[in-house]
């Protein structure tokens, strides 16, 4: 893509608001349509759209393999380390309300958010990795 | 610590699945396999030692949500006897497997073997324990998954090919029943299972309730791998690591027969699904075929794995034809035969591992003269023949019993002479391999053989010893048993 200037500069000045409307989307979550899944999958598509303009080499240089294989349990840890902590905190399994022992609804607030967080991380990096071994095929 | 039981062990198992990702080292994702499997057995005893003591269903609340809005984790006799089933042989596969998986997958797949390992477990005590209808479909989506990347394991270049025709239609299950549970719960606006079977009571003769029932049981029936929606199973079961057969064999399609129980006999009800449908005739058909086809494909089969795959077949059609004898006997007998088939086919599935390992190969023609061999290996497959063919003494017998009173009760005779006549096939598949591991020479030019490792040959008799002593004091199966079915069809009458 070496030729292709103007793919070149547009996607660069985009994948910054691509990032940015995947945080809308995961923030976005708590109070209306949105959250970890779709904005995992945003977060993902910026990468993809780096990879194609800029090569698969170039994209793995800003993330590696490797990092995403740690990345997708790790998303999956943070998910259930909420659950763990409401364990200690003497709830149910994600039970949000313990969160917090002052107000329950800052407890379901944060609770989510977190959960969030981990679904972000591993959905993003689940479809990049996918992405990867894909495009890596034939190397 | 108790009351947290039910949600111990599903999300320990979810929890080290992921740790084993980050960890990769073979013996510590081992180790914390053979760990969190224990601790998920130990709970799953607890649970069920509990409703037994108490006569009382234990309710969990996910998240602290009340049911039928929030997800409930609930575990009655029936619940707590398959997962009791399902992470034993958990366990036992673990301290069985490790020298097979050492041999059979690639060094750098190890620690993901555990991990899938872990996840497949996770999500089959998640289908078990669940009172929840779409959430048994995220676990069977989790189980189902992890599966088909065991399956692919298998260092046979054909196991790729095997795990995809049953992610093929291992989706197309998942998503029949998905489609079925969008029927119920546009028609209800509840997923909890006994929720929905109490709402769909003044409905369930719409066309709606109908067609969600139908695409619920032939979602599930492809799952259990019915006749004749067996085709993905044999090529799964042959082509997968030693060990991977072993467990799937044993518990991946007994929990789909459980699920299949819930919602024929409790959100259905016997009432409905069994009295005003033709659903228990479809399915003594399909079992009936299932059991000769199955067995009589399994004569043929060269390969040694693919036979007891076939066996698998039609020993699935000595389940499911409980079902469809529908009175309390039959039921009984398919409720033992889930367990005694998971012990002598988990069992019969080892050995044939340590015959993959010190052969190379499970073809029938490599294995003559193993009986000098490998004596223990080849003593314990034919206390587990004896056992399939219903040998009194054996846990074969016990199920067999069963079902064969249960068809009587019926008034169904043709279906007890059908039964021994099934046997006689049994007889003849297992028979080939006894004649030629017992009264072939070893050819001169072969390898030496020796036996299996002590880990995998120990476990393996373990279970086997299990089939003779289950099979002559049957108060945990049959009375675990006898107990669950009252919970089935309880709710009916």
Redesign the interface.
């Known amino acids: 893509m070496r030729g292709h200037l103007i793919l070149r500069v547009v996607s660069k000045i985009l994948i910054p608001f691509l990032l940015l409307f995947a945080l809308y989307v995961q923030f976005h979550g708590d109070f209306g349509p949105g959250g970890g899944f779709q904005a995992g999958v945003i977060v993902a598509a910026a990468f993809v759209l780096y990879a194609l303009i800029f090569g698969l080499r170039a994209t793995q240089k800003i993330i590696s393999p490797a990092l995403l ?2 990345a ?3 998303g ?2 943070i998910y ?1 380390g909420v ?2 902590y409401t ?1 200690l905190m003497g ?8 969160i917090d022992s002052h107000d329950p609804s800052h407890g379901q607030h944060l609770g989510v958010l977190l959960v969030e967080a981990g679904v972000l991380l591993t959905v993003s990096s689940t479809m990049l990795l996918i992405f990867y071994t894909f495009a890596g095929r034939g190397r | 610590m108790l009351d947290q039981l039910p949600a111990i062990i599903i999300a320990v198992p979810l929890i080290a699945a992921a740790v084993c990702a980050i960890i990769r080292n073979e013996t510590i994702c081992w180790l914390i396999a053979l760990v969190v499997a224990f601790v998920s057995f130990v709970g799953s005893a607890t649970m069920l030692g509990q409703v037994q003591q108490y006569g009382e269903d234990i309710s969990y609340k996910l998240g602290g949500w009340a049911p039928p809005a929030g997800i409930e984790y609930k575990v009655d006799l029936l619940a707590g006897y398959v997962l009791v089933l399902v992470s034993l042989i958990a366990t036992a596969v673990l301290i069985y497997g490790r020298q097979s998986v050492k041999v059979e997958i690639k060094k750098s797949m190890q620690g993901w073997y555990y991990t899938m390992y872990l996840l497949c477990m996770c999500g089959l005590l998640g289908i078990v324990i669940t009172g929840d209808a779409f959430n048994a479909f995220v676990f069977m989506e989790i189980s189902s998954l992890s599966m088909y990347t065991l399956i692919a394991l298998g260092k046979d270049r054909r196991a790729v090919a095997a795990a995809y025709q049953y992610l093929i239609l291992g989706t197309i299950g998942a998503t029949m029943y998905v489609i079925g549970v969008g029927l119920l719960f546009t028609l209800t606006g509840t997923l909890n299972l006994a929720d929905l079977a109490v709402r769909l009571g003044p409905m369930l003769d719409t066309p709606a309730a109908i067609a969600g029932m139908a695409f619920i049981i032939v979602g599930l029936s492809l799952k259990i791998a019915l006749f004749p929606l067996h085709l993905w199973l044999p090529n799964a079961y042959a082509f997968a690591p030693s060990a991977v057969t072993a467990f799937l064999a044993a518990t991946a399609t007994k929990v789909s027969i459980y699920l299949l129980m819930r919602y024929l006999y409790t959100v259905f009800g016997f009432g409905f699904a069994i009295e005003q449908t033709p659903i228990p005739e479809v399915v003594m058909v399909l079992s009936l075929l299932a059991i000769f086809a199955g067995s009589f494909t399994a004569i043929f089969q060269e390969n040694v794995k693919r036979m007891l795959a076939y066996s698998s077949v039609a020993q699935i059609g000595y389940i499911t034809l409980g079902i469809a004898l529908a009175n309390a006997t039959g039921l009984t007998g398919s409720l033992v035969h889930i367990f005694n088939h998971a012990v002598m086919k988990g069992a019969l599935f080892m050995l044939v591992g340590g015959i993959a390992m010190q052969i190379g190969t499970v073809r029938l023609s490599d294995m003559a003269g193993a009986g000098k061999a490998m004596p223990l290996t080849m003593f314990g497959f034919v206390l587990g023949g004896f056992s399939m063919l219903g040998v009194p003494g054996t846990v074969g017998f016990v199920s067999k019993w069963y079902l064969a009173m249960g068809a009587l009760e019926n008034g169904w005779w043709w279906v007890v002479a059908l039964l021994m006549l099934s046997s006689l096939l049994v007889l003849v598949y297992m028979g080939r391999v006894i004649e030629v591991a017992f009264f072939r020479e070893r050819p001169a030019d072969a390898v030496p053989l020796k036996e299996a490792p002590k880990s995998m040959i120990m476990t393996a008799w373990v279970f086997i010893l299990a089939c003779v002593y289950l099979g002559f004091d049957t108060s945990f199966t049959v009375g675990v048993a006898e107990q669950a079915v009252n919970v089935l069809l309880g709710g009916a009458q």
């Open positions: 294989e740690v997708v349990p790790l999956v840890l259930a659950g763990v364990w709830g149910n399994f994600l039970d949000y309300n313990m």
